[in-house]
């Protein structure tokens, strides 16, 4: 079962512009959540974190928000540059053994 | 290297062939992990070492897949009698302890079964 949802594939914004990614989860056990970004032909690199005793969690042009109550949580990038298109992954875990996957949305930020 | 590093890049096997993976973590990494990604999907998890001991493997999609860690460093995947639905990408990627330290990705394996 997915247990973390990201329901838009892919998502186009102009360069300079906000980024706004979205990720969904079901599970109300998660308390740990995490951005991973990824280039082609590279496995993902870890973006930003946030711990469910927190709504926000910003790291310079990253921001994640956390809504606990709607199981929703946000990645904002501002501003968008061309070398932020990428596929990011949201995850989500509440151990320390597995983590568990969005499949993704794409960003490709246009000059 | 300072990263991750997984070998081969590219295998092809003939189904009902068996594949071996491996993964060479950071150095001194006590977290591994194994992740499969099917195409246009999310990475999913397969199993977690903490040093040498297996401390999950509850992903593992059947007994034909098995993952070791002899020495609590290189971590070979194995996976018996390939099936077409064994075809993904296998991520490897270690972590100072746990998933909530950050975990470092290799490039991945790209496993063609035909």
């Known amino acids: 079962d997915q247990q973390v949802k990201q329901n838009s594939p892919s998502l186009s914004v102009q360069e300079g512009r906000i980024s706004i990614l979205n990720c969904d989860y079901t599970n109300s056990m998660f308390d740990y959540f995490l951005w991973y970004k990824k280039y082609p032909a590279e496995g993902p690199t870890f973006l930003i974190s946030i711990s469910s005793i927190k709504d926000k969690n910003e790291d310079g042009r990253f921001t994640v928000f956390l809504n606990k109550s709607a199981k929703h949580l946000s990645l904002h990038i501002v501003p968008s540059q061309p070398g932020d298109s990428a596929v990011y992954f949201c995850?989500?875990?509440?151990?320390?053994?597995?983590?568990?996957f969005g499949a993704g949305t794409r960003l490709t930020v246009k000059p | 290297g300072a990263g991750v590093s997984q070998s081969p890049r590219y295998k092809v096997a003939k189904r009902g062939q068996d594949v071996a993976l491996r993964c060479d973590p950071i150095?001194?990494?006590?977290?591994l992990f194994w992740y499969q990604q099917a195409l246009g999907q999310g990475p999913e998890f397969l199993t977690y070492?903490?040093?040498?001991?297996?401390?999950?493997k509850s992903g593992l999609p059947s007994d034909r897949f098995f993952a070791e860690r002899p020495e609590g460093s290189v971590s070979t995947l194995k996976i018996q009698r390939t099936q077409q639905e064994d075809s993904a990408v296998y991520l490897c990627?270690?972590?100072?302890?746990?998933?909530?330290?950050?975990?470092?990705f290799g490039a991945g394996t790209r496993l063609s079964v035909l």
């Open positions: 995850a989500a875990t509440y151990n320390n053994n597995d983590m568990r």
């Open positions: 150095s001194g990494h006590v977290s």
């Open positions: 990627a270690s972590s100072l302890v746990g998933v909530r330290n950050i975990q470092y």
């Open positions: 070492f903490q040093n040498e001991a297996q401390l999950d």
